[in-house]
Nanobody, 121 residues
Framework: QVQLVESGGGLVQPGGSLRLSCAASGSIFNLNTMGWYHQAPGKQRELVATITRSGSTNYADSVKGRFTISRDNAKNTVYLQMNSLKPEDTAVYYC???????????????WGRGTQVTVSS
């Protein structure tokens, strides 16, 4: 009943920038921690960045200083600004969110279907 839809991926040259968006829709009482994860071919999915409802952030060491996660609670949307992109950033990027559907419900985790980011010259 909660859907996450990513957008903004594409092909970019090394050193370039992309801005990913993830919009949450459905019956949502609270959108709690949201995050971005990526998965390259042959590798496991790993955390890129997370952000709490109040704006506290965490980043993987590999993206610190280059990526910025942000959110707009009024729009139920989380963003990932990706600067100084490197070929090793190439992966499918997935949106993740912890949601509480009603006042009485438990917190449930959801995943988007992913958006491809390719960094190549």
């Amino acid at each position: 009943q909660v859907q996450l839809v990513e957008s903004g991926g594409g092909l970019v040259q090394p050193g370039g920038s992309l801005r990913l968006s993830c919009a949450a829709s459905g019956s949502i009482f609270n959108l709690n921690t949201m995050g971005w994860y990526h998965q390259a071919p042959g590798k496991q999915r790993e955390l890129v960045a997370t952000i709490t409802r109040s704006g506290s952030t965490n980043y993987a060491d590999s993206v610190k200083g280059r990526f910025t996660i942000s959110r707009d609670n009024a729009k139920n949307t989380v963003y990932l600004q990706m600067n100084s992109l490197k070929p090793e950033d190439t992966a499918v990027y997935y949106c993740n969110a912890d949601t509480q559907r009603t006042f009485y419900s438990r917190n449930v985790n959801y995943w988007g279907r992913g958006t491809q980011v390719t960094v190549s010259s």
